[in-house]
Every structure is written in structure tokens, then in C-alpha cells.
């Protein structure tokens, strides 16, 4: 209930937020919606249990891009309040183009079989919150071993709550024991996801050596140019 | 969420209580909701006292060292001869003020930041571990959390400065919002060392790893942790905007930096966010490198084992051991932090401010390829002493090893009270 209420609160900030960004039209108060409604987000994925990515949603897109938003912002406004003012052939165009997006989200989102998927999770206790289900659930851990199968469920249930980091950065590594030990090998080895994250580190330096070099002051120019007029 | 927690939690205890007293059936809905919202009201108003109980100590102390420092006594009238009431004093007074907004700015912004700053600073608390197992947020990340959240309160400022509508505030943010996104690459790679070390995000994880002697905490792991300690405590200064890193409010050019136009309440919260980030970075520095809540000397586990047993007739799965040390834990802690912050508000009143680029210059060209070096040498440390000695450490027990011994002692205790609660 209490869990209900609290989403609740956040998808309204999460959507009011969002509509506030578009709807405002100086920059720095879109920041600042900008803010409520991706730490709404981060607020999202906590209650979802799924806590490296509520606060890589922090660290990134609220501490990160905001940050670096407001900053070029001040150092590139002329004027004291930098706005933006759509016309209004622009305000039908990105009217369509998201109405468009929400049609295509909201069709996916219908043609799936959400019964069929939800049988694959593990089974969740009624209220993880509640510290009762989490003892039960170790208590049980020693009826584990005598093959109690729905103690195993449930503890892998519990086990699953925000416990991802030890997951998430095994399977960075190309590592996928959670799929590997549980299928037993029989579809072949899962492939984790080194390549895609070996790509995206070389793709952030190349950004970070683009980025030196095009802020780099260029002072050896000048210079050479002054021994040459010497 | 819950990654490690008590053996009976508060909200148990007022349900099994009230069931007691009330003859209600202690699985009813209504009565565990009832105990879920009083037990989430006890430790949020815990948290709460203790965000905003540290600053008013923090301002004191601030005061007094700094009249001892400059030769003066400090604050002696308010409540004794100490001046102990002195920030409660200044409290009563800011709260009196007028809230002013100037007509330059852009008032929903100018109002909305202060809060934006508190919050982040106050969102920190949730995930730092006072003792074992005390901790409102036992998140498995949990020090990625913290490094996150922390970073949040950069943006309060920012915008506080930005929608001043004043260019010493505006001069104040700028600032400010080049030293944090620098400052920050050096801070995360030196938290990462003991991260490494432990192995794990969990700060839980990370304080039971340096039970016992002082010589097991990460400072004392290698050479290079040692070096990163100090590298993550200028560091982690610069992170708070404390001198001589406090260009964003630097009073000799700026008047008062981002803060020039605010007043009252909005300006001391301000502050409130300001001493209690001190105390959040001084805790996590004190739990990664310095042992957390142990006090090294095993006078801890003196206390557990002298109280062992006696308690559990009183309240059901209760131990007066356990919990006196959590007590002593959490004093260890706090007094930990508190003298790291000490050191900050000395090194404050004895270091001139640097000038915004050697600001930088310290932070680009020495402390992060410092911290880079720390890291690489961190990391190869242990592979070294494998190849020379074979043994990861010079002496004692391999991390691991000392890690799994206590966790399989702790879940010996863990079962034995589940049996005795049975």
C-alpha cells in the first residue's frame, strides 16, 4: 500500500516534471524540472529494487548532464535569463512526432504477453518491505539443502532485492553465472556483455581525447607565427 | 534494499508489542502498517536529529577554533562560559529574518535551490552506516550511492547562484560548478582503492572487513592506500567548497558568493547542507579508510562478549551485547568523523584560499594523475607481494579469508538467535 502510494507520488512528479521541461520556456527553470523529474525516475528504479541503476540515474543524468547543462548555460548566455521560444509550426511538428512515439510505446507495451513473462520472474513475497518475509526466507535457507522448493524460490526472491552489483559487473566481465548455472549449459554458454561494454569505454575516451583537443588552447600557432615575423 | 539487517528490526518490535498489549493478532494488516509508519517516523526523526544535531556542534566548534586559532576565545556568553548555545542563538535569529527574494531573480529557482542543496546533503545520511547494521538504506551499492547523492548538491548551488540575478552569485556558481565537476574524477578514483580492496560496494561489507586491530584498517593495507587516504581527504575538502578551496563563497572578492542574496532560513539551510555534507564526507572516509565503527583496539568485542547473553529473556531475539556494541560503534564512528572535520575546519583557518586556477591546476595536473597512479599501484600491490612472497598480504589473514570467517560466525549467530526466537 504504503509502496503503491509512494509510486504513485513519484509518476506523477516523473510525468508533471517532463511536462513542466516542455512547457517552460527559460532554460534554467527546465534544468530545474529537468532535475525533479529524472530524480523522480531514480526514485522509480529504487522502489523497483534495481538500485545501481537508480543511482547511476542519479550520478549520471542528474549530477552529470544537468550539471554540465546549467554550466554551459551560464557561461554561453548573453542575456541575463536565456529563453527559448518556440514558434508554433515547431510546437505541432514535436506535438506529432510525440504523439507518434507514445502510439508506437503504447502498442508495444499492449502486444505483450505480460502474463507469460511474469511467470518466468522468481516469485516475490507480497510486501518485500516488511522485514518478516526476509527472516522467513533465511530461516529457510536450511531448508534449502532438504530441497524445499518453494524456499528456494523464495529465497532467491529475497536474495534478488537491489542485490544486482555483484551481477551486473560479472556480466561487464563477460561472466553470466546466474543464466549459465541455471540452465546448465544445455543452450550453450551466455555471452555477457564485455564486447558492448569494452566498445562504449573506447567510445568515452575517444570523446574525452576529441574533447581535449578541440578546447585545447592553441598557443603554439601564435607563437610560431611570431618567430616568424621576428 | 535490505542487503543485512538486525535480528529483530523496530518495526517487529512495536508490532509484537502492541499485539501484546492490544490482544490484536500480531499478523493483522493494520497493526503492521501501524508499526511500519512508527518505526519509519522513529528512525527518520533519528536521521534527521542527527543531520541537523551535527551542525549546530559543527558551527560551535567552528566558531571556538577559530578564536583559539586567531588568539581569541570565541564565542563565551551564550549558555556558559563555552558559548554552547551560541548556534542555537544565531538559529533563532535567522529564523526571525526576512525572506527576501530580489527583483532580479527568478524567484520559483531562487526558492526551490536551498531546498534542492538540503535534500541531497540529507539523501547522503540514508546510506551511511552509523554502526553495524545501523543504517536507514542497507543498499547493496551503497557507495556508489553515496558518491552520487553527494554529487547532487553541486546543482542546488548552481542554480542558487544562476537565479540570483546577481554577478557575484552568478561568479560564485561558476566557480563552484568547475571545481565540483573536476574535483569529483579524482574523489570517486581515490574512493575506488579500498572499494577494490574489499571488493564490494556494501558498506557494511567494508567496516566488518576492518574489525579487529587498528593494523587491519585500509589505511594501514598498503603504502598506496595510505597515500590515497590523504589524497581523498583534499579531495573530498575541495568537494565541500571548504578552504582553501571555497572560491564559490570566497567573502575577500565575491561578498559572499552564491549565497550573496539569500537570507533567513534559506541561507542557514545552506549551511545546514554545508556541515553536514563535513560530516558526510569525514564518515565515509573514516568507514573506507580509517575501520568505520571498529575502534581498533578490540574494545568492541570485549563489550559484546562481556554483555553476551544477558537481554534476550527481556525482549525476544534481542542481545544487550550486540547492541552496546553497536552504541560504542556508532560513538567510534562519529568521533572519527568529528576529527576529521576538525582537521577541516583547522586547515580552513590556517591556509590562505588558492586562486581559481591553481584550483584547477591542483586538481587536473596533480591530483588526478595521483590518484591514477594510486589506483594502478593499488591494484598491481597485491599481485606483487603474490609473485614475490605468494601471499597477498605481508601478515595476517588474506582479506578474504578474514571476511569469510566472520561471516560465517555472524550467521552462526543469526541462526542460534532464530532457534532461541523459536
Redo the contacts between chains.
Keep these: 500500500m504504503i509502496e503503491q502510494l509512494l509510486f504513485y507520488t513519484f509518476a506523477i512528479l516523473t510525468c508533471g516534471g517532463a511536462v513542466a521541461v516542455v512547457a517552460t520556456q527559460n532554460v534554467v527553470r527546465m534544468a530545474f524540472w529537468l532535475v525533479v523529474s529524472l530524480g523522480s525516475v531514480a526514485a522509480l528504479f529504487f522502489l523497483l529494487h534495481a538500485d545501481f541503476l537508480g543511482a547511476a540515474q542519479l550520478l549520471i543524468y542528474v549530477g552529470g548532464t544537468v550539471v554540465l547543462l546549467v554550466f554551459g548555460v551560464m557561461l554561453t548566455a548573453s542575456g541575463p535569463y536565456t529563453t527559448i521560444k518556440t514558434s508554433p509550426a515547431e510546437g505541432i511538428i514535436g506535438g506529432a512526432v510525440g504523439l507518434m512515439l507514445l502510439m508506437v510505446l503504447v502498442s508495444s507495451i499492449g502486444s505483450v504477453d505480460w502474463g507469460a513473462i511474469s511467470g518466468r520472474l522468481p516469485a516475490s513475497p507480497e510486501s518485500p518491505f516488511t522485514a518478516d518475509s526476509i527472516r522467513e526466507a533465511h530461516a529457510e535457507e536450511s531448508l534449502v539443502n532438504a530441497g524445499s522448493t518453494k524456499a528456494k524460490t523464495d529465497l532467491a526472491a529475497v536474495q534478488q532485492q537491489g542485490r544486482t552489483v555483484r551481477q551486473l559487473g560479472l556480466s561487464f566481465l563477460g561472466l553470466r553465472p546466474d543464466r549459465n548455472l541455471k540452465e546448465g549449459g544445455a543452450n550453450g554458454l551466455a555471452p555477457g556483455y564485455f564486447l558492448p561494454f569494452e566498445i562504449v569505454s573506447v567510445h568515452l575516451l575517444v570523446v574525452l581525447i576529441g574533447a581535449a583537443y578541440l578546447a585545447r588552447a592553441k598557443r603554439r600557432a601564435v607563437s610560431e607565427d611570431r618567430v616568424s615575423l621576428d | 534494499?535490505?542487503?543485512l539487517?538486525a535480528a529483530l528490526?523496530l518495526?517487529?518490535f512495536i508490532a509484537r508489542t502492541i499485539s501484546s498489549l492490544t490482544k490484536i493478532p500480531a499478523d493483522s494488516d493494520t497493526l503492521?502498517?501501524t508499526a511500519?509508519l512508527a518505526a519509519a517516523f522513529t528512525h527518520a526523526g533519528l536521521l534527521l536529529g542527527l543531520f541537523g544535531g551535527l551542525p549546530v556542534f559543527y558551527i560551535w566548534l567552528e566558531r571556538k577554533v577559530a578564536g583559539r586559532i586567531q588568539d581569541r576565545l570565541g564565542p563565551t556568553r551564550v549558555g556558559g562560559g563555552f558559548g554552547w548555545l551560541q548556534t542555537i542563538a544565531d538559529g533563532i535569529k535567522l529564523i526571525q529574518k526576512e525572506d527576501l527574494v530580489p527583483k532580479?531573480a527568478?524567484a520559483?529557482?531562487f526558492r526551490?535551490a536551498p531546498y534542492?542543496a538540503t535534500i541531497a546533503s540529507f539523501a547522503a545520511f540514508m546510506v551511511l552506516p552509523i554502526s553495524d547494521g545501523w543504517i536507514a538504506v542497507a543498499?547493496?551499492?551503497g557507495a556508489?550511492?553515496i558518491?552520487?547523492?553527494m554529487?547532487?548538491e553541486?546543482?542546488g548551488i548552481?542554480?542558487a547562484g544562476?537565479?540570483s540575478?546577481s554577478k557575484w552569485a552568478?561568479f560564485g556558481?561558476?566557480r563552484e560548478?568547475?571545481q565540483?565537476?573536476s574535483y569529483e574524477i579524482p574523489m570517486a578514483i581515490c574512493a575506488l582503492i579500498p572499494l577494490m580492496i574489499a571488493g564490494s560496494?556494501n558498506f557494511q561489507v567494508i567496516g566488518r572487513m576492518q574489525s579487529g586491530g587498528f593494523w587491519n584498517w585500509f589505511i594501514l593495507h598498503d603504502p598506496f592506500t595510505f597515500l590515497a587516504f590523504f589524497c581523498y581527504f583534499t579531495t573530498a575538502t575541495a568537494s565541500v567548497k571548504r578552504a582553501p578551496f571555497d572560491l564559490a563563497e570566497a567573502e575577500s572578492e565575491l561578498v559572499a558568493g552564491f549565497h550573496t542574496e539569500y537570507s533567513g532560513f534559506r541561507w542557514s539551510i545552506f549551511f545546514l547542507a554545508e556541515y553536514s555534507s563535513m560530516f558526510a564526507v569525514s564518515a565515509v572516509a573514516a568507514i573506507l579508510f580509517l575501520g568505520g565503527w571498529h575502534d581498533g583496539l578490540g574494545i568492541d568485542s570485549v563489550l559484546d562478549s562481556m554483555f553476551r547473553g544477558t537481554g534476550t529473556g527481556i525482549i525476544e531475539g534481542f542481545s544487550l551485547g550486540s547492541y552496546v556494541a553497536n552504541v560504542f560503534g556508532a560513538v567510534v564512528l562519529i568521533t572519527k568523523a568529528c576529527l576529521l572535520v576538525f582537521v577541516q575546519i583547522w586547515v580552513r583557518w590556517t591556509l590562505p584560499r588558492l586562486r581559481i586556477d591553481q584550483v584547477m591546476t591542483t586538481c587536473l595536473k596533480y591530483l588526478v594523475p595521483i590518484s591514477c597512479f594510486l589506483f594502478l599501484a593499488a591494484v598491481l600491490w597485491p599481485l606483487t607481494l603474490v609473485t614475490m612472497f605468494s601471499r597477498p598480504v605481508i601478515a595476517g589473514p588474506a582479506l578474504g579469508e578474514r571476511a569469510l570467517s566472520h561471516q560465517t560466525t555472524t550467521s552462526i549467530d543469526?541462526?542460534e538467535r532464530?532457534g532461541a526466537a523459536r
Design positions: 534494499m535490505h542487503g539487517f528490526t518495526e517487529d503492521l502498517l511500519f532580479e527568478d520559483l529557482v526551490m534542492l543498499a547493496e551499492c556508489f550511492l558518491l552520487a547523492l554529487s547532487l553541486v546543482l548552481i542554480l544562476y537565479s540575478g552568478l556558481a561558476m560548478a568547475a565540483m565537476v560496494l543469526a541462526s532464530l
